[in-house]
């Protein structure tokens, strides 16, 4: 009985007391991203990237007096699951914001999450297309990401320089698969006409056994590859096509996206890396082309104890960045004030300016390209000369 | 009519895959057919493996022949944790319901994974292929790594030593007695706690082997247990669980199949496996060379 009047006393208690003023509430922002799995190797190092941004920020004391919380969530990187929890941060956890999602699957899900509650969702991953297409587009959604568009024609420009006519592609069969490859094959064909598609191989997502396709391809005797199987599959796609001299018998004539050439990558391969193809990379760790890069990466590397720091950790460094500009401008944490500011915001980023596009929200992000080599600086293959593509003249 | 020599390429990557699947598959069949538990977790087994080898390597390096080193001492290490996870654990679930085994399994495998993600982390691992294997032979214009044909043999290899152990030997001839009747063998005096860590210890070192051999030419992540325990499965369900030789016949033709079905079904070849074991299933549920369950 004692104990229950004390109970009450205080749950009266708790309601007497004046609701504190919001300059002492943190802002919270939730983060839905795989942090389990093979897709954990981007997903963990983005979340870091923004924890980094969220330390930093709140170090000089937030924005508008208040400092950011960051809650992350493990989506699994899957769709239902990623929507799952982006409800549950926004009902139960009472985020302000949502910035996260890495797949081509969950953006675009978590996407109307964000429409059906009016939250801003700023996604640093996800590339496919259909996330800011006209018909899906929203007020509430933007990307700092690249896009499939961008990236697959990017590499088209490359190819395009090469002394080649006959060219295969080797891809995921789901969406960022098919989309950078499409984007791919009708960019290249419009600069280059006399160029022949001669082969396309769709292994499934995470395929384990490229054999059958490298062979396969290889017997339509392409004179270059393009690629997207990334991440850590690239290495165990390019460890068996190096076994079986796919490279060599394309004189290296190949194009790696879906961030085949990061220094993570390279790293983990060290003298099994196929060292003179082409590939890409969201930030590399050795580019130090300007001071705000370099002081970025001296930063990165303290912050995760690591000589080589993450390539990946720059996404979700950018998301926040851009967040946190347009809280800012906003002068507000309301997410309608905070989408309108984000139309068109350019922020200063450790990669340079980049500005969201008022006509779909997206960013101009490019990466960057370059033919891999090795260093004697480094035990693993570098791009050099590295070689930021600006996506600008890419995007409709 | 396709090149000849990229018909024999693709034999050959075929064969390949079949003798890894084997490998992994020949430890699941083993433990369903003598301890009587589907061992969810055994193609965390492998993974382990794997990333046991990618350790002993950073240790040790692969060059002069310490690539073999690193990899039975991964295998090893595997068999080890095998022991102690059929000694303090396993012993619990036979004879149980189908459902707790299950459920047992499948929380070793998420326990292990977190693990092994705790110890090594997110990012993708890689191990070179042994200096005295990375060369290639060119066979009818095709070319074929060394390191592929090693493991072409190896797989009948291990298939006869082990079916001569089964068939020839006193362990052997305990370990099929094991499978068919459990108390009498006991009866008789053979120590059937020791016999089935024994099995187990045994599994676990194919799981463990078949990791680590196959670290040179993949990539070793976090997710890779999940991937091949399906695989696994399959071989073992085309092949009849528990049989061994249909172990191997299954994992031959899961090899093949995904091998040659990317030329008929460019992309459904993995469709064209389903659709083998979903008709095995129909026509014979027991396996091509599995024994029907009472």
Known sequence: ????????????????????????????????????????????????????????????????????????????????????????????????????????????????????????????????????????????????????????????????????????????????????????????????????????????????????????QMAKKPEAVFSSIWGGFFVTYSKQAKAVGMFDALKYHFIGVGEAATPETAKSMGADYPVGIWGNSYDAFYWGETAAHKDYVARLSKYLKDEYPSSWAIQGYIGMQFLAEAIKKANSTES???????????????????????????????????KTVMDPKYPFAIMKPVQYVDPTKFMD | MPDPSFVFAQSVSGLTAAMFLFLIAAGLSLIFGVLRVLNFAHGTFYMLGAYATYQLVQWLGVSGGRFWLTAVGGALAIAALGGLVERFLFRRLYGKDELYQLLFTYALALILSDAAKMIWGTQQK????????????????????????????????????????????????YIRAGALDRETLGALGVNVDALYTGVFVLASFLGGLGGALISPMRATTPGMDTEV???????????????????????????????????????????????????????RPWGLLGRPLR
């Open chain 1, 1 to 216: 009985m004692h104990r229950r009047t004390l109970l009450i006393v205080l749950l009266v208690a708790a309601f007497l007391v004046p609701p504190t003023a919001d300059a002492q509430k943190p802002i919270k922002v939730g983060m839905p991203m795989p942090l389990s799995g093979p897709p954990a190797l981007f997903g963990e190092p983005a979340t870091k990237g923004a924890m980094m941004f969220i330390e930093e920020i709140n170090a000089k004391g937030g924005v508008l007096g208040r400092k950011f919380e960051l809650i992350t969530r493990d989506s699994k990187a899957d769709a239902n699951e990623a929507v799952r929890q982006a409800r549950e941060l926004i009902l139960k956890d009472n985020v302000d914001f949502l910035v996260g999602t890495l797949t081509s699957a969950e953006g675009p899900a978590v996407s109307v999450v964000a429409k059906e509650n009016k939250i801003v969702f700023i996604a640093p991953i996800p590339k496919t297309d259909q996330l800011t297409a006209p018909d899906k587009l929203h007020p509430y959604v933007f990307r700092v990401a690249s896009t499939t568009t961008i990236e697959g024609r990017s590499a088209a420009e490359i190819v395009a320089k090469w002394p080649v006519k006959r060219v295969a592609t080797m891809s995921f069969d789901y969406a960022y698969g098919q989309d950078v490859t499409k984007a791919f094959v009708e960019h290249l064909k419009k600069i280059k006409p006399g160029v022949e598609i001669v082969d396309q191989q769709w292994p499934k997502l995470g395929e384990q056994d490229y054999n059958p396709f490298i062979n396969a």
């Open chain 1, 336 to 370: 309608d004030k905070v989408a309108k500011a984000l139309l068109g915001l350019t922020v200063e980023t450790p990669v340079g300016p980049l500005t969201i596009r008022e006509k779909d929200h997206q960013a101009n992000r490019g990466q960057l390209y370059g």
């Open chain 2, 126 to 173: 890689s191990v070179s292929r042994p200096p005295e294997l990375t060369g290639a032979f060119h066979i009818f214009g095709a070319i074929i790594p060394h390191y592929n044909l090693f493991i072409i043999l190896l797989g009948p290899a291990i298939a006869l030593g082990f079916w001569l152990v089964l068939q020839r030997t006193r362990v052997g001839r």
């Open chain 2, 229 to 283: 325990i399906v695989e696994a499965f399959v071989v073992v369900v085309i092949g009849g669980l528990g049989s061994f030789w249909g172990t191997f016949l299954g994992a031959l033709i899961y090899g093949q199949v995904l091998s040659f079905g990317i030329l008929f079904f460019p992309r459904f070849s993995i469709f064209a496996v389903f659709a083998l074991m979903a008709a095995v299933l129909i026509v």
